[in-house]
Each structure stands twice: as C-alpha cells, then as structure tokens.
C-alpha cells in the first residue's frame, strides 16, 4: 500500500468546504481553525479516489441505482467487520442518515406520537421529530464523573407516564456508538434497552453511522445482530431500522450516500412509499465510493484508526498537563470527543462559545446544539493531522491563559 498521509496539511480553503469555508459566516472569524463538523481533514482511501478518478474519465454521470455489487460490498463489509449476516433485498440506499431517519419517522408516526431520544445528542434528532409534527421525549443520559450511561430506569417510567397521557411511545432515535459523548454501548445495557423497547413495542431507529470508528478494547454491537441471536427478539425485530454509511469512516460525506437496513418487508414497503416523490436517488459517485472503500478500504482504515488513537491521546496528555481545568470525556468511539467546560467559569454558553470563536479561535460546536443537557460543553473534531490538534489546543491554552 502507498504512504498514507493522515499528517499532510491538506489545503482545505475554497474547496467549497463547509467546514473551512464557512467560518466567517458561522463563527464570524476569518482566522478560526475549524475542529467541528464531522468530516476528516485528511484525504480518503487511495482505493476510493482512485474509483473515482476512473469514473470521473468516463466523462457520464446519469442517473444512478446501487446493483448487485454494491449491494455485496456492504454484505460483505457487515459480515466481515461485525458478523452481522444481512440480505441484499433488505438494503435501501439513501442520499444521508438524517434524510433517511426523517422518512422512517414519516413512514412509521401519526402527528403528534411520541418520540424518545437520549440528550445530549446530534441535533438533526430533534428536528427530525419535529420535521413529523411528533413529540419530543427527552430520556437525558446520565454522566457520572465523565462517563455516560443510559437512564433506562427513567426511560422506563417516560414510557409509562406517556401512555398513561394516552400518547404512548412510538419510536426512539437511537445514537450508538454515541455521538457526542462518544461511547460505544456494551451489550448488557444495550440488551436491558432492547427488552424494555421490546415489552414496550417501541420502534427503534438505530443510527450506527459512527460503528466502523471504535478504540481499541471496545466493540460495537449492531443492534440487528443482538437480536438475530435471541429467540426472545424474533417478533422484535419488524421493528428495527439501522442507519448505516461509509461517509464518516471514509471521509466521504459530500458525497451523500448512506444505507438503510429493514429485515421487514412490510416496513421497508412503508419506508419506500414515504420517499416517493422527494427525488431521493444516489449519485454514481457516492455508490461507487462506498463500494469501493468497502472492498478495498480495510487496510487503510485499520491505519486511520491508528491515526486517531494517536490523536486522542496526545489530546488526553495535553489537556491533562497543559488545560487541566477542561474536562474530557472519555471516547470509546467516533473522531469526535466531548469536553466540558464549566471549570472555566464563564457565566453563560454565549460567553463560552465567544470567548472561543474570538479569543481561542478554535471553532467547535457548542454543547447546547445536542440539546440544553450540553450546557457548558463542546464537541471537537480530532480528525486532522496530528499538527492541527496541536495548533488547535495551543490557542486554547495561550486564550486560557491571557484571558481569563
Ligand atoms: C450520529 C450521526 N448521524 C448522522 C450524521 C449525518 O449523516 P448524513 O450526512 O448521512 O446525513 C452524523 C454526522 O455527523 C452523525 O454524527
């Protein structure tokens, strides 16, 4: 395999770049260095570019479906990363997850059903819920000393207080590994869940978008393989929807291509009628970029996922030695981590999220995206080279230092 390049300083500016070429508008400074969305500041697989680069030279790009191959690709990709054995026809490509969770919640709620989901988490939740006109469960997770659980007990009793209200619980919106508090859910508590949502008849939307970004000494569990294995959950599992890409592991987000998993057939008619009509077809690019980091990707993975330990911990040091007031939650998964901040001792998130995009100039995003359970925090992008990070920590440290 050629040098791969996770510490290049790739130029990013005017590429169309949302994440570097947006930050006047988003953080109103030109200067900011930009540590948030969630796309990787190195380049892709070199097995993916070069697909591209081949079908960039046919010089056609038409209208597009994913075939046989592409389909095999990510049986193949599931079975070998997770020994998780799905079937082509339960494989449905979409142009992101958030679309995709947006149609199942159509195909599935009636106006005004409840929906849980479990703050502090990706925002495009809670608009999802809303997008449908249903109502909002928030089920908080529950931090102790920097490491995150469910509050399955509460989950409990918010399901019995809504249908004591007459409006049970539809669905959930499940984030796992968990993005932004990073955990990567062990099976018993994903189990207790599962039984409780199972006792419940509770739709579970599973967005696993993050489940190939793991750390060493964690596992992700699909949610569809636990429930493969058990005969307890054999009638539970028309309820299931995983959301599924190969946009975060391999940089290849612009390209909007994602794939949604339903076992069931009815369902999966339902989720295809609430797409009809929203021109929701994949670009050629994006299918063949997913098929070809899958078949050809592994390798390269295997070296990012290095990368990212690598950066995770030089964080962890630096923060530990240099910044000891910002607390970082541990990651078990995702290039993205969790800091809290409220050992600083800024009145407000608005002063937090000023001092940074001003003083710091580091641009992240405020805790209160994920919901008001992130007060006082705010999520990082370590997925750059090792010298950006440094950069990155550097201004936070001197802005710490000089400021406050
Ligand atoms: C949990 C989660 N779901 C979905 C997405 C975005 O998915 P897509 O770009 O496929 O819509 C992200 C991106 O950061 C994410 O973190």
């Known amino acids: 395999m050629s040098k791969l390049k996770f510490s290049n300083l790739e130029n990013r500016v005017n590429t169309m770049s949302a994440k570097w070429d947006k930050r006047k508008e988003i953080f109103n400074n030109e200067n900011i260095l930009p540590m948030w969305v969630a796309d990787s500041d190195w380049q892709t697989a070199p097995a993916v570019k070069e697909s591209l680069l081949k079908r960039a030279e046919a010089g056609i790009f038409g209208y597009s479906f994913a075939d046989q191959s592409v389909k095999q690709a990510v049986e193949n990709w599931l079975k070998k990363r997770f020994d998780l054995k799905i079937e082509k026809d339960w494989l449905i490509f979409d142009t992101g997850v958030v679309p995709a969770i947006n149609f199942t919640l159509k195909a599935i709620t009636e106006e005004n059903d409840a929906v849980i989901i479990q703050p502090p988490v990706y925002k495009p939740f809670f608009t999802a819920v809303k997008n449908n006109d249903c109502k909002l469960i928030e089920n908080e997770l529950i931090n102790k000393d920097g490491h995150y659980?469910?509050?399955?007990?509460?989950?409990?009793?918010?399901?019995?207080?809504?249908?004591?209200?007459?409006?049970?619980?539809?669905?959930?919106?499940?984030?796992?590994?968990?993005?932004?508090?990073?955990?990567?859910?062990?099976?018993?508590?994903?189990?207790?869940?599962?039984?409780?949502l199972k006792k419940e008849d509770i739709f579970l939307l599973s967005d696993e978008i993050h489940s190939d970004l793991v750390y060493p000494g964690y596992e992700h569990h699909p949610i569809l393989k636990l429930l493969f294995k058990r005969d307890e959950f054999s009638d539970y599992r028309k309820k299931l929807i995983t959301f599924m890409a190969a946009s975060k592991t391999f940089n290849i987000a612009g390209l909007h291509t994602s794939y949604t998993i339903i076992e069931s057939k009815e369902l999966r008619a339902a989720y295809n009628q609430a797409k009809e009509g929203f021109g929701t077809g994949n670009s050629p690019f994006g299918l063949l970029a997913l098929k070809s980091a899958y078949n050809n990707g592994e390798e390269?993975?295997?070296?990012?996922?290095?990368?990212?330990?690598?950066?995770?911990?030089?964080?962890?040091?630096?923060?530990?030695?240099?910044?000891?007031?910002?607390?970082?939650?541990?990651?078990?998964?995702?290039?993205l981590v969790w800091l809290d901040f409220s050992q600083l001792g800024f009145g407000s998130d608005e002063q937090l999220i000023e001092f940074m995009n001003q003083k710091a100039e580091v641009g992240l995003n405020p805790g209160r995206w994920f919901g008001d359970a992130g007060s006082m925090y705010m999520?990082?992008?370590?997925?750059?080279?090792?010298?950006?990070?440094?950069?990155?920590?550097?201004?936070?440290?001197?802005?710490?230092?000089?400021?406050?």
């Open 379 to 404: 999520r990082l992008n370590l997925a750059c080279p090792r010298k950006r990070l440094k950069e990155g920590l550097t201004r936070i440290k001197n802005a710490v230092k000089k400021e406050l």
């Open 300 to 335: 390269w993975l295997q070296k990012q996922l290095e990368y990212l330990e690598g950066n995770y911990n030089y964080l962890r040091e630096y923060l530990a030695a240099e910044i000891p007031q910002i607390k970082l939650t541990q990651a078990e998964g995702t290039y």
């Open 149 to 196: 659980k469910m509050d399955l007990a509460g989950l409990e009793s918010q399901i019995k207080e809504s249908q004591k209200q007459g409006n049970p619980v539809k669905a959930m919106i499940f984030c796992s590994p968990h993005n932004p508090v990073g955990r990567v859910w062990d099976q018993a508590e994903l189990l207790e869940l599962l039984r409780l």
